[in-house]
């Protein structure tokens, strides 16, 4: 839910600044990055089917993706509210913005792509699990 929201938030922001600034490369990465959140978000967004996941690595996986993208959300949002364009803090805006949605592009896309690497999980090799008549 926190990925569909917040990507429906940050392609909002970004299209209001860019119809405001104009089109400017760290909008651009940030719609990028919303629209991959948005995406990434409807599979998840049925909270009540989330044992179809493989493993648990990936609700860790999504947890940090939501994590980043309200991250670039609430950027996003302060860039909104500054009504005065002052170049250095337009300039750490951009690369907050910039940074975080390459970093949320590149785990989403790292997270899809190694998806049927962990598909089973590792087969179990603890000692206890050899003892007979041992129940875990």
């Known amino acids: 839910m926190v990925l569909v929201v917040s990507g429906t938030a940050s392609c909002m922001l970004c299209f209001y600044l860019m119809s405001r600034r104009g089109r400017l490369y760290y909008l651009n990465a940030g719609l990028l990055a919303a629209a991959v959140c948005l995406v990434l978000g409807f599979p998840?967004?049925?909270s009540?089917?989330?044992?179809?996941?493989p493993n648990?690595?990936?609700?860790t996986g999504y947890i940090l993706v939501?994590?980043?993208?309200?991250?670039e959300t609430c950027a996003l949002w302060l860039m909104c509210q500054s009504t005065v364009l002052d170049p250095a803090l337009?300039?750490?805006g951009a690369g907050v913005v910039c940074g975080i949605s390459a970093l949320s592009v590149t785990l989403?896309?790292?997270?899809v792509s190694t998806s049927y690497c962990c598909r089973y999980p590792p087969p179990d090799n603890r000692v206890a699990h050899a003892v007979e008549g041992?129940?875990?």
Do not use: K, P, T
């Not at 009540?48 to 996941?53: D, H, K, S, V």
């Not at 648990?56 to 609700?59: E, H, I």
């Not at 989403?108 to 997270?111: E, F, P, T, Y």
């Open 48 to 53: 009540q089917q989330w044992r179809w996941l």
């Open 66 to 71: 939501a994590l980043f993208s309200a991250l």
């Open 108 to 111: 989403a896309c790292l997270g």
């Open 44 to 46: 998840g967004f049925r």
């Open 134 to 136: 041992f129940v875990v």
């Open 56 to 59: 648990r690595n990936y609700v």
């Open 90 to 92: 337009n300039d750490i």
